[in-house]
């Protein structure tokens, strides 16, 4: 049965103790999303997204079958601002969206992420120029059959469909995931929650339906094992709902999504 991790982020550090926890319990392939929280130039940008490209071939060595999704980090847009200006900062972003873009055109690379708009409370401007870099991002994306991530602030169902509508309104009528999502299976819209995995989100969820993606964000190593969830969260909720009765067919029919929502197959 294959188990998958829609939000991991990871360092060849990292790489190691991920994958032995991770397949120990069960879990098999991943979403590895580059973390470019500390790139101000668009050669950082496109460094991280080598060697995110080049991690996911090592996991890929160790077995694991990996999504790789590259693209400008939103928070990091506020200090690079302050540094070099507004339109140089637009301009590096746009930049790094584009290059992300070719790189997956060419295949080496699935989906835009994790771009958006920061999830804190910012100035208007902030959020409002972040929201325009989104609105290229789906304008960018929308005819290209490529999925686009979205790290935001939290989001009840009527934010989920705003942003959805944001999304339509460039042209972008699918693909779109929203990281870190409240336990919102319906009345989103049609944007994809991409939910915590932890027992109370694993119990709320449509198994049996597609549509949804669980995820830890993992984004520790060893020292730090559990930051923000432990790296085999996915498939040990998958184990406690089988224990729980949940049929494994139903469990496999929501799991299986992501080869068809990333064309995996
Ligand atoms: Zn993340």
């Not at 360092?11 to 879990?27: H, I, M, Q, Y």
């Amino acid at each position: 049965m294959k188990i998958f991790d829609n939000h991991v982020h990871l360092t060849s550090s990292s790489l190691d103790f991920f994958v032995k926890r991770f397949t120990k319990e069960g879990g098999t392939s991943i979403n590895l999303v580059n973390l470019t929280e500390s790139c101000f130039s668009l050669d950082e940008f496109s460094k991280k997204y080598d060697e995110t490209i080049s991690l996911g071939k090592r996991l890929r060595d160790k077995g694991l079958e990996v999504v790789v999704s590259i693209g400008p980090y939103p928070v990091n847009y506020i200090e690079m601002k302050e540094k070099i200006g507004i339109e140089k900062t637009m301009d590096i972003y746009r930049k790094a969206l584009d290059l992300a873009i070719k790189l997956i055109e060419e295949g080496s690379a699935n989906a835009i992420g994790e771009v958006g708009r920061p999830h804190f409370e910012t100035s208007v401007e902030n959020m409002e120029e972040s929201n325009s870099i989104m609105d290229y991002i789906f304008q960018m994306t929308a005819d290209k059959d490529i999925p686009v991530i979205l790290h935001t602030e939290s989001l009840d169902s009527i934010g989920m469909c705003e942003l959805m509508k944001k999304a339509k309104r460039n042209g972008k009528n699918s693909l779109v995931v929203k990281h870190f999502s409240s336990p919102i299976f319906s009345e989103n819209c049609e944007i994809v929650p991409s939910v915590p995995a932890g027992r109370s989100n694993a119990r709320a969820a449509p198994w049996g339906k597609a549509g949804f993606f669980l995820e830890t964000d993992f984004a520790g190593d060893e020292n730090n094992p559990n930051f923000v969830l432990p790296a085999d969260s996915v498939p040990k909720r998958v184990t406690m709902l089988i224990q729980e009765g949940v049929g494994q067919d139903r469990i496999e029919v929501s799991m299986n999504f992501y080869r068809e929502f990333y064309r995996l197959d």
